[in-house]
């Protein structure tokens, strides 16, 4: 089975400062990795995703994300918050079969201090 | 080219009542994807479906919930006899073919039950 850990339900950052939001996966299969964003009262939106090719993703919005086998995690960083970034993150595994649903993290809330 | 949209955005019902959740995919995608968030929660799988067939649907309560993709019109899920519990967002997902990497996200239909 699979499954995520984010740790840290809720980060604050200063604007300007670096963002870093820990994802850690479990998974017995070559796992596809994946971060969304969610702003408020919206759906969510694929940041990035990492599939098996290089193991440093870049994604929208400046955000990159950095896939380490040995370590088993996939943390999601963004070297200058900006208050646009506030929302809610979530960190996503699935086999790379292809056809298995998307396993979820429960979700960090970043907010961003002016 | 639309995204995926659901329908209602916010539905209220009353404990007993049914609730019917739609999901039109994206133009050329024949996989949906039904997950539910509820508060403090990531989102978790519900059931996988493409047209007039249902893949998966190991997330699915074994009472009271079906789901349904028919070969025209949404995919819908329904929900029989709601309870307080069931108040939470419903999430739909669509894809072109058999890989979740390139599934597209509703903005969801926020269920309250009074």
């Known amino acids: 089975a699979q499954s995520v850990t984010q740790l840290g339900s809720h980060v604050s950052v200063s604007e300007g400062a670096l963002v870093l939001l820990r994802c850690n996966y479990s998974?017995?299969?070559?796992?596809?990795l994946f971060w969304y964003v969610q702003y408020p009262n919206q759906g969510l939106q694929l940041l990035l995703k990492?599939?098996?090719?290089?193991?440093l993703v870049k994604g929208i919005n400046g955000f990159e994300a950095e896939f380490k086998k040995s370590e088993t995690s996939f943390h999601l960083t963004k070297p200058s918050a900006h208050m646009r970034d506030a929302a809610e993150y979530f960190c996503a595994v699935s086999e790379s079969s292809g056809n298995t649903p998307l396993v979820f993290g429960k979700g960090t809330r970043l907010s961003v201090i002016a | 080219n639309a995204g995926v949209m659901q329908n209602p955005r916010h539905l209220v019902r009353r404990r007993g009542q049914e609730a019917r959740l739609r999901c039109s995919p994206m133009k050329g995608h024949s996989h949906v994807y039904w997950y539910r968030q509820l508060p403090e929660e990531g989102l978790k799988f519900m059931v996988y479906?493409?047209?007039?067939?249902?893949?998966?649907e190991s997330g699915m309560p074994k009472e009271r919930f079906s789901a349904e993709f028919p070969k025209e019109g949404p995919s819908i899920l329904r929900i029989q006899q709601v309870v307080r519990g069931d108040s939470a967002a419903y999430f739909c997902?669509?894809?072109?073919?058999?890989?979740?990497?390139?599934?597209?996200f509703g903005q969801g239909t926020r269920l309250t039950v009074v």
């Open positions: 990492y599939t098996s090719a290089a193991t």
């Open positions: 998974s017995s299969v070559p796992p596809y």
């Open positions: 479906l493409q047209k007039e067939n249902i893949i998966d």
């Open positions: 997902a669509s894809s072109p073919r058999t890989s979740n990497t390139e599934a597209f």
